[in-house]
């Protein structure tokens, strides 16, 4: 009942920017408590948290991404971004948007946590 579309994935040098766009449906009102996430997997690597949100407001990043990604949600139009900027090669990946049921503070960036994931979108970075 609820579907995640990434979007916004490419190619871009290293230094650049790109923002990333997940389209959330929902069947529930927006009053509902729940967290979204941007989570990213490199070939022969495990999946790993990059930023999430709570309803609520509150964020959450990872270590790596600090100072350089920011992740938003517009409720109006049910879109959670990313935007990254200053890329670097490390961030190649495919980047999944999820969600999970409930609001957490901070809201968690353990991919065990969220319970509906998105296809993902592809984001390479070259030097």
């Known amino acids: 009942q609820v579907h995640l579309i990434e979007s916004g994935g490419g190619s871009v040098l290293a230094g650049g920017s790109l923002r990333l766009s997940c389209s959330v449906s929902?069947?529930?009102?927006?009053?509902?408590?729940?967290?979204l996430g941007w989570f990213r997997q490199a070939p022969g690597q495990e999946r790993v948290g990059v930023a999430a949100?709570?309803?609520?407001?509150?964020?959450n990043y990872g270590d790596s991404v600090k100072g350089r990604f920011t992740i938003s949600h517009d409720r109006a139009t049910n879109t959670l971004y990313l935007q990254m900027n200053n890329l670097k090669p490390e961030d190649t990946a495919m980047y999944y948007c999820?969600?999970?049921?409930?609001?957490?503070?901070?809201?968690?960036?353990?991919?065990?946590?969220?319970?509906?994931w998105g296809q993902g979108t592809q984001v390479t970075v070259s030097s």
């Open positions: 999820a969600l999970k049921w409930g609001g957490w503070k901070p809201p968690p960036l353990a991919d065990t946590e969220y319970q509906h």
């Open positions: 929902r069947p529930t009102s927006r009053y509902s408590n729940y967290c």
């Open positions: 949100i709570d309803s609520n407001g509150p964020t």
